[in-house]
């Protein structure tokens, strides 16, 4: 999918994913044209989003989530204004279906209707969300109606990893 010049995209993963390569991949397999890389940030550690990005001199601008000011929500918050601020989204996820913050992005990117406080008509708010799965290696855009495949049980990566 080609993405206007100027693109800020949103490069996020699943917490389980600890290798910057398949933010690497993703990144390749979703041919879009970043000029910005648009990351979360955590108290201990530098996503993989933003690791990437160093790697490749891309810009980063970062998203920290305000606990003190939204509690228990402050990572549903967050997803909602980096999707606000991006123009699309690249998102490695692992596979796991109970894994709400990662799934939450995913549903922020596609759906309108999960759009609140915007001062823009949020049938304009969905942003093109690339999905990449870890396990399978493989991804594609994903629209609203197969959303429900975030909730298809699959296997953690540490346990496929135990069987080999």
């Known amino acids: 999918m080609d993405a206007p010049l100027g693109t800020k995209v949103i490069i996020a993963h699943s917490a389980e994913i600890e290798n910057v390569e398949l933010i ?9 044209h970043i000029s910005e890389a648009v990351v979360y940030t955590a108290r ?6 933003e690791l ?3 790697s ?11 606990w003190s000011a939204y509690g228990k929500h402050a990572v549903f918050m967050r997803n909602h204004d ?3 601020y991006s123009d699309a989204a690249i998102v490695v996820w692992s596979g796991i279906p109970k894994k ?3 799934r939450h992005l995913i549903r922020v ?14 049938k304009d708010r969905t942003i093109p969300c690339f999905v990449y799965h870890a396990q399978k290696q493989t991804g594609a855009f994903i629209s609203p ?3 429900y495949l975030l909730d298809q049980k699959s296997e953690s990566p540490k346990k496929a990893r135990k069987k080999s």
Do not use: W
């Not at 490749?56 to 305000?66: A, D, H, N, Q």
């Open 145 to 147: 109606e197969y959303l």
């Open 82 to 84: 980096m999707v606000e």
């Open 24 to 32: 690497a991949q993703a990144v390749a397999a979703s041919e879009l």
């Open 44 to 49: 201990k550690y530098r996503s993989l989003g």
């Open 56 to 66: 490749v001199s891309l810009p980063v601008r970062t998203f920290p989530v305000c």
């Open 109 to 122: 990117c596609c759906h309108p209707a999960m759009h609140f406080n915007s001062s823009v008509d949020p």
């Open 100 to 102: 709400d913050e990662i």
């Open 52 to 54: 990437y990005a160093d």
